[in-house]
């Protein structure tokens, strides 16, 4: 089982709509999480991070966390072109690994004009 | 300059030769990591240093290896690399200790002759 998880995509949303976008973890003692864009051929560039259950807002991006179920998600509304991008989630790997990010494949979001 | 700098951006090595990364942060930050970032996979964690320590070594060949000889500097020497070494090579720091969000320079695109 890959310790992170997300759909690749493509997620094809029309602008101005929410694209929402998933990501589940297999490590139970995860206690930190984020989300970075990465735009073709650039570095990634953290987002949003979330450390405890429930939702996390800033400014167009909510950070969405449920421990129990082992998932994390992000929202993105008014979504523009701009938005258009791979999403990574990474999850840091339990308290006896602290350093360790492991990050999922990434979703591809196309916002439509 | 500010965040975190990589140079050079591109490099072209035949398998003989004997290169070096450099990656420079300028936030403040005592934790530094080497990525690799390879077409429709995951990032790779390679190495962790913390406190100019090195934490974390994922398994990586010897042809790679790291130097950190204080804590805004970091290195990736390379030599006798093969075709599949073929990548971007992210830095990335952070504060050291659990769950701190890493952020990321702009990579080195390295191709294997």
């Known amino acids: 089982q890959k310790e992170v998880e997300q759909n690749s995509g493509p997620l094809s949303v029309p602008e101005g709509a929410i694209a929402s976008l998933n990501c589940t973890y297999s490590?139970?003692?995860?206690?930190?999480f984020f989300w970075y864009r990465q735009y073709s051929g650039k570095s990634p560039e953290l987002i949003m991070f979330i450390y405890s259950n429930g939702d996390k807002e800033d400014g167009r991006f909510t950070a969405q966390l449920n421990k129990a179920s082992q998932y994390v998600s992000l929202l993105i509304r008014d979504s523009q072109p701009s938005d258009s991008a791979t999403y990574l989630c990474a999850v840091n790997v339990g308290l006896s690994n602290d350093y360790k990010l492991s990050f999922g494949a990434g979703t591809t979001v196309t916002v439509r004009a | 300059e500010t965040g975190v700098t990589q140079t050079p951006r591109h490099l072209v090595m035949g398998m003989t030769n004997k290169k070096s990364l450099k990656c420079e942060q300028h936030l403040g930050h005592n934790a530094m990591y080497w990525y690799k970032q390879s077409a429709k996979k995951p990032l790779e964690l390679m190495f962790v240093?913390?406190?100019?320590?090195?934490?974390e070594n994922n398994s990586v060949p010897s042809r790679f290896s790291p130097e950190c000889p204080n804590s805004s500097h970091l290195f990736l020497h390379l030599h006798t690399l093969q075709p599949e070494d073929s990548a971007l090579y992210l830095c990335a720091s952070s504060q050291a200790g659990g769950g701190q969000p890493q952020h990321f320079g702009d990579g080195t695109r390295l191709s294997i002759l």
């Open positions: 490590d139970r003692g995860s206690q930190s």
């Open positions: 240093y913390s406190l100019e320590e090195r934490v």
